[in-house]
């Protein structure tokens, strides 16, 4: 997965809106945009940008930032532009690294369940009909095939794929 601060154009009403959005990897994200896929939470506008974003590397040997409630996900993820890795070796580097991604997805699965309403094996039917305006929007979560989930991303729907971590998984 790879996350990017994006700009959209804005309108003549109202300025540009920064936000975040996560592709499986960049290629995703051009073949997106290209189709006309990503656009503005705030707005709607299909012209989007990347915006220009600072590294999120975790100094070695500290410990994943604590997050505040309600905190932006973007304070959580940032890290001092100094910070650099200093372990004993790139293999202690790549393990603090995937504990402090771990703990990352951790926070991120909480947050969602608290945020969003668990709608499980309905949720792509669902998903389809509130983008329809067959229902009313609402923050939803479930589960989907993949061969539902490629509908809703042709389809246009706002949905977003995640790798969801059991909190029981080890470190």
């Not at 993949?146 to 971590?165: D, F, H, K, S």
């Amino acid at each position: 997965m790879i996350h990017y601060r994006l700009r959209c154009g804005g309108t003549p009403e109202g300025g540009a809106h920064e936000f975040e959005g996560w592709f499986a990897d960049s290629a995703a994200y051009d073949d997106q945009k290209d189709r006309g896929l990503v656009s503005c939470p705030v707005c709607g506008s299909t012209q989007v940008e990347k915006a220009i974003m600072a590294p999120a590397l975790a100094r070695g040997g500290a410990p994943a930032p604590a997050l505040a409630e309600g905190a932006p996900a973007e304070a959580a993820l940032a890290a001092p532009p100094e910070a650099a890795f200093a372990g004993e070796g790139p293999l202690e580097d790549a393990i603090r690294l995937r504990r402090q991604i771990r703990e990352h997805m951790r926070h991120l699965r909480r947050r969602i369940e608290a945020e969003t309403e668990d709608v499980g094996q309905g949720f792509a039917r669902q998903a389809l009909e509130m983008h329809r305006g067959l229902r009313e929007d609402r923050p939803i979560r479930g589960k989907a095939t993949p061969e539902e989930t490629r509908e809703l991303l042709e389809e246009g729907a706002p949905v977003t794929p995640l790798p969801w971590l059991d909190d029981r998984e080890e470190n």
